[in-house]
């Protein structure tokens, strides 16, 4: 079945340094597409930003990332950190089933913290 | 508003009831899920619902069971809750795929 690696764990960082959060993916489909999704500290999980299109940068609030197929990676980028990134960041991978609906696997999680 | 509610938002129960949760939509969505997060495990699928009476296991769907009746309400049940089923538990809905899924604020079950 599909799989999704993030960067495990916990990432610290000083605020001003750029972020980056790895992901990497397996699925048999050609045609995935990827999301990060952003959870902070007592609120649920909202969607980041999103791409089905190879070698495309895709940018939101800041933070961006480049769906490469060639390498099955969608890292997560940000030039300058700031406090109020620190929150908890999901990749996660959807294909199409056979019955042609939808399904959506999580990698396990990147806690970043950012400290002053 | 594009929303998705979560009730109850916290329960205690004792090992060997029954649970209930509840999780309503207002977008008309066809796909809803009920994820469970837990520290270091990430968000994992216990079931997928495509619209009313339709159904599907997700990757953790032992211990649990799924309601669907209308389209905008989603309900998890856990009959004889164990111990191991305390956790978060998310409800999200969702449009095609490629679309944005919509989170509850989640459901907090201590089983005791």
């Known amino acids: 079945g599909d799989s999704v690696t993030q960067t495990e764990g916990l990432v610290t960082l000083t605020e001003g340094l750029p972020v980056m959060l790895n992901c990497t993916y397996q699925?048999?489909?050609?045609?995935?597409?990827l999301f990060w999704y952003v959870q902070h500290l007592n609120e649920s999980p909202r969607l980041l930003l999103k791409?089905?299109?190879?070698?495309k940068r895709t940018e939101h609030q800041g933070f961006h990332a480049t769906l490469h197929k060639s390498s099955s990676s969608f890292h997560l980028q940000k030039s300058s950190a700031q406090l109020s990134d620190s929150a908890l960041y999901y990749c996660a991978l959807s294909d199409r089933w056979d019955s042609g609906y939808n399904k959506l696997t999580f990698g396990k999680g990147t806690v970043l913290l950012v400290s002053p | 508003d594009m929303k998705v509610t979560q009730m109850p938002r916290y329960l205690i129960k004792r090992m060997g009831e029954n649970v209930l949760l509840e999780c309503g939509q207002d977008m008309s969505h066809e796909t809803m899920y009920w994820y469970r997060q837990d520290p270091g495990l990430g968000l994992q699928l216990i079931y997928i619902?495509?619209?009313?009476?339709?159904?599907s296991e997700g990757d953790i769907p032992k211990g649990y069971r799924v309601s669907r009746k209308k389209r905008e309400h989603f309900s998890l049940i856990l009959d004889s809750a164990k111990t191991n089923q305390t956790s978060v538990y998310f409800c999200?809905?969702?449009?095609?795929?490629?679309?944005?899924?919509?989170f509850g604020e989640g459901s907090r079950l201590i089983v005791v």
């Open positions: 999200a809905s969702g449009a095609d795929s490629g679309n944005t899924l919509y």
């Open positions: 699925t048999i489909y050609s045609n995935p597409f």
């Open positions: 791409s089905f299109t190879d070698n």
């Open positions: 619902s495509y619209d009313v009476d339709s159904n």
